[in-house]
């Protein structure tokens, strides 16, 4: 991870742990879930919304008056309007997709998931993913859910991506393992 992605996420993190205890404490984590579901959805439709977090030529007080406008327009919560109101006066909201993916980390453990990053060389059915996800919830003990991706180099197999395990069944990996064996033989 480059540094100052890094950073962003670090202080991402942060907000999002702030954020959520903030709910927890207030018993509105069933209102960040949605206001969670609300920030995703406009920052991946909205191309002025991304254009205003990433724009380094508004002054504190436009950011916020914005920001303040789309979170009430959005029927945001409270602690979310607040804080996105405080990022802007720090001049942070260029770190709200990663605040949004944190959010959604932590509301997902609250719940007992976990996303398992899943690449595979051909498109998983969804029987696949089914059985995937029961297979994946037995060992870890907890509700999987499947991001499933296609890389059509791995040749076959999967590789699976649990936190910070790795499964790597993958054909492509396997042949790599033999070459690097023959290559020590001789």
């Known amino acids: 991870m480059s540094e100052p992605a890094s950073i ?14 903030l709910a927890k404490e207030s018993n509105a984590i069933t209102a960040l879930e ?14 002025d919304l991304n254009a205003l977090i990433s724009s380094p030529i508004y002054t504190r007080e436009e ?7 789309v979170a009430q327009k959005a029927g945001l919560s409270g ?11 720090n001049r ?13 980390a932590l509301l997902a453990e609250e719940r007992g998931e976990v996303t398992a990053e899943v690449t595979s060389a051909k498109a998983l ?18 509700t999987v859910s499947i991001n499933a991706t296609v890389d059509e180099k791995l040749i076959g197999g999967l ?28």
């Open 8 to 21: 962003s996420s670090g202080i991402a993190a942060r907000y999002a742990t702030a954020v959520f205890e």
């Open 34 to 47: 949605g206001d969670v579901a609300t920030l995703s959805t406009a920052l991946s439709e909205s191309n």
């Open 63 to 69: 950011l916020e008056g914005a920001i303040k406008a």
């Open 79 to 89: 602690i979310l309007t607040n804080t996105l109101a405080m990022m802007a006066q």
């Open 92 to 104: 942070r909201l260029f770190i709200l997709p990663q605040l949004v993916a944190a959010l959604d």
């Open 125 to 142: 059915t969804a029987a696949q993913v089914d059985q995937l996800s029961k297979t994946l919830s037995e060992k870890f003990g907890k």
């Open 159 to 186: 590789i699976v991506k649990v936190g910070s395990k790795m499964i790597d069944t993958s054909v492509a990996s396997k042949l790599n393992s033999l070459q690097n064996a023959m290559k020590e033989v001789g």
